[in-house]
C-alpha cells in the first residue's frame, strides 16, 4: 500500500511517514514519526516507563475475518449514537456497539450494555488469541468486555482519546482486533501532544496496548483518510473496573473462562521474538486455520458441528480442502484435546460436568 499522510480536522494532527526500519531493541522514539508495519513487542519512549504495544499481523485468515463481521451485523446492534459536548449534539463519525456486564458512558453517551453471548465467535476469537498470543507473551488476558467499532468509509473516524472511563480497569491491557479495511492508529504522548507515531492495523491483526498507566500517558485516535472507501470494523477488548462492578451490584465473567466450542491456533502465532510454545501448542499451530465451527447463537454452549477442522468433544471433522487421511499433526491434535476434555471433567462439579455431558457419561 502506498504511504500517505494522515490528515485530520484536529489542530494537533501529526504528519506521519513510513519508517519501519527495525528499531533497536524495538524501543520507540516518539519525537521521530514513525509507522509500525512489523509484528513484535515495541516499548515507548522511556524504556522504564512500563508502556509498550504488541503487534500480531496475520493472527485470523481473511475467511474467519468475514465470518466476525457477519456475526457482528447479525446482532443488530450497531447504531451511531449522538455525542454531547458544550449542550449541543452531533452524531459521532462511526457506528458502534457495546457487550459487557454493564452499561458504557462516554461524551454524554450512554451505550447499553449487549450480552456478550451473543457473539460466540468474537469470544472464541480471545480464548484463541489468549491461548497463543497473550500467555506465551505474559500479557494478562481477563477481558470481559469489548466495544465495536465500524467505520464505513474513511471519513469515519475516530477522535484523540483514552480509554479511561470509570467502567475500564486502567492497569489491563486494551486489545484490539481489526476487520475488513487497513486503516491506521495515530498514539500519541500525553504530556508532548507534538509526539505520535503511526500503527498500521490490516485486516487480522492484533494490536495490545499494556504496561502501566498507558491510558494515563497515551492517547490514540483513527484518523480521516478520505481515499479510503471500504470498511473496517474494530473490536476493542477490555476488562471492566471491579470497583465499578461492586458499585453497580454486577458481576461479570472473562470471556476465556466462557463455555465456547474451541479453534485452533493460528499459523504463525505470538510475536516477533517470542518465547517458544509448548510442544502440543507447536503441534496445533501447524494445523489449518480456515474458518470456525458453527456455533448456535441462541445456546452458546451449544455447538453445531461444521465442515471446518476442529475439534469436539467425541470426533475430528475435516475440510474438504484438507488431503484424507489426517496426517500425524492432526491425530496429535486430537489425542491432546481428548486429554484436556479429560482432565476437566476430573476436575468439574457436577453440574458443570452435565453441561458439558448431557448424558453423564
Known amino acids: 500500500m502506498q504511504d500517505r499522510t494522515l490528515t485530520e480536522d484536529n489542530s494537533r494532527s501529526t504528519r506521519s511517514r513510513n519508517n519501519s526500519s527495525p528499531l533497536d531493541g524495538n524501543v520507540i522514539d ?13 516499548v515507548l519512549s522511556n524504556p522504564d516507563s512500563g508502556c509498550r504495544i504488541s503487534l500480531f499481523q496475520d493472527v485470523f485468515a481473511s475467511q474467519l475475518c468475514d465470518q466476525f463481521s457477519s456475526e457482528i451485523e447479525n446482532t443488530g446492534t450497531l447504531k451511531q449514537y449522538n455525542s454531547i459536548h458544550r449542550q449541543s449534539q452531533a452524531p459521532l463519525p462511526r457506528l458502534s456497539s457495546w ?8 461524551s454524554g453517551i450512554v451505550m447499553k450494555a449487549n450480552s456478550v453471548s451473543q457473539c460466540p465467535r468474537l469470544i472464541a476469537a480471545y480464548q484463541n488469541m489468549a491461548e497463543n498470543l497473550f500467555t506465551p507473551n505474559n500479557i494478562d ?39 475488513g479495511q487497513q486503516r491506521c492508529m495515530l498514539i500519541r504522548e500525553a504530556k508532548n501532544p507534538g509526539n505520535a507515531i503511526t500503527v498500521q492495523l490490516d485486516q487480522g491483526s492484533v494490536l495490545v496496548m499494556h504496561g502501566t498507566d498507558f491510558q494515563k500517558k497515551y492517547t490514540h485516535q483513527i484518523p480521516k483518510d478520505n481515499v479510503i ?10 476488562t471492566c473496573s471491579s470497583t465499578f462492578l461492586r458499585n453497580r451490584s454486577a458481576l461479570s465473567t472473562p470471556l476465556k473462562e466462557i463455555s465456547i466450542t474451541p479453534i485452533l491456533a493460528p499459523k504463525t502465532p505470538g510475536v516477533s521474538g517470542s518465547p517458544s510454545l509448548p510442544l502440543h501448542n507447536r503441534r496445533r499451530s501447524s494445523l489449518s486455520l480456515s474458518s470456525f465451527s458453527q456455533v448456535d447463537t441462541s445456546s452458546v454452549g451449544s455447538p453445531v458441528a461444521s465442515s471446518s477442522p476442529s475439534i469436539t468433544s467425541s470426533k475430528t471433522s475435516v475440510s474438504d480442502s484438507d488431503t484424507l487421511p489426517l496426517s500425524i499433526e492432526a ?31
Open 30 to 42: 516518539f519525537t521521530k514519526p514513525i509507522t509500525i508495519t512489523t509484528p513484535g513487542c515495541y
Open 99 to 106: 457487550f459487557g456486564p454493564v452499561d458504557y458512558a462516554f
Open 141 to 179: 488476558c481477563s477481558s470481559d468486555c469489548f466495544l465495536i467499532n465500524q467505520y464505513r468509509t474513511g471519513r469515519d473516524s475516530c477522535g484523540e482519546h483514552s480509554d479511561n472511563e470509570p467502567e475500564v480497569d486502567l492497569s489491563k491491557p486494551v486489545v484490539t482486533l481489526s476487520l
Open 331 to 361: 491425530m496429535l491434535e486430537a489425542i491432546d484435546l481428548m486429554k484436556d476434555k479429560t482432565c476437566e471433567k476430573r476436575t468439574f462439579s457436577p453440574w458443570q460436568h452435565k453441561l458439558w455431558n448431557p448424558s453423564g457419561l
Open 229 to 238: 472507501t471500504n470498511s473496517r470494523t474494530s473490536v476493542t477488548y477490555r
